[in-house]
């Protein structure tokens, strides 16, 4: 396989993260959260189905965090190959896309955690409400983080794209509305254009992926 056609698969991992938040989202849509009243926690958790539908979300989060994992290493290539050796906004881009997916999943384990406890340990476990209010307030505010530690990685492919004309002008434009969307992530819509974000870039990267470049290294002064 050449090396155009790995910077194609690479680029387009970024599609099934997609897919597979989508169908998280449809999984867990309707679980209560820290805002619902006793009964409907305890009524939630009392049926199977429910509860295999929340283990079995944080195994797609697994999954679709291995598929975004690579398409990070895709970006972190492209951005390094116009930067030169100095690769700032590409080791930026890494680390904010490493903290959001970590953080994803921690979030995800901390929300599909009451269902493992209550169907593995049965009777032996009591619900209490308000300790699932805790885990599902801590859930929440993790998942805000990680879409804000994100949002420099959705800044730092704006810019080099802006400036390099890596990219074109609307998905850098798009990239800044990304990293803004990230930011107002106590919003849960406003992520929804962090996601669409990475679609759109993983479909381009696929259909029209600009060419492997090698960083050539800065003459000694």
Not at 123 to 140: C, H, I, M, Q, V
């Amino acid at each position: 396989m050449t090396s155009q056609m790995w910077a194609r698969v690479s680029g387009a991992m970024g599609i099934p993260f997609v897919i597979g938040f989508i169908l998280l989202g449809a999984l867990s849509g309707s679980s209560p959260d820290y805002r619902s009243s006793n009964s409907d926690i305890t009524a939630w958790y009392a049926s199977h189905s429910h509860r295999v539908r929340d283990i079995a979300g944080i195994f797609i989060l697994a999954v679709s965090a291995t598929f975004f994992l690579w398409f990070l290493g895709r970006l972190r290539e492209l951005l390094r190959s116009v930067e030169g050796n100095e690769g700032r906004a590409a080791s930026i881009a890494l680390a904010s896309g490493a903290a959001l997916i970590i953080l994803l999943a921690v979030a995800g384990s901390d929300f599909s955690s009451v269902a493992f406890v209550v169907s593995e340990a049965g009777d032996k476990f009591a619900l209490d409400p308000n300790t699932f209010r805790l885990l599902s307030g801590f859930g929440f505010l993790t998942y805000v983080v990680a879409f804000m530690l994100g949002a420099p990685l959705a800044f730092a492919v704006g810019v080099t794209a802006w400036r390099t004309g890596i990219l074109p002008r609307w998905l850098a434009t798009s990239s800044f509305l990304a990293g803004i969307g990230a930011l107002a992530s106590f919003t849960f819509l406003t992520t929804l254009i962090y996601i669409a974000w990475v679609l759109l870039l993983s479909g381009y990267l696929t259909l029209r992926p600009p060419p492997v470049r090698v960083p050539v290294p800065r003459a000694a002064p």
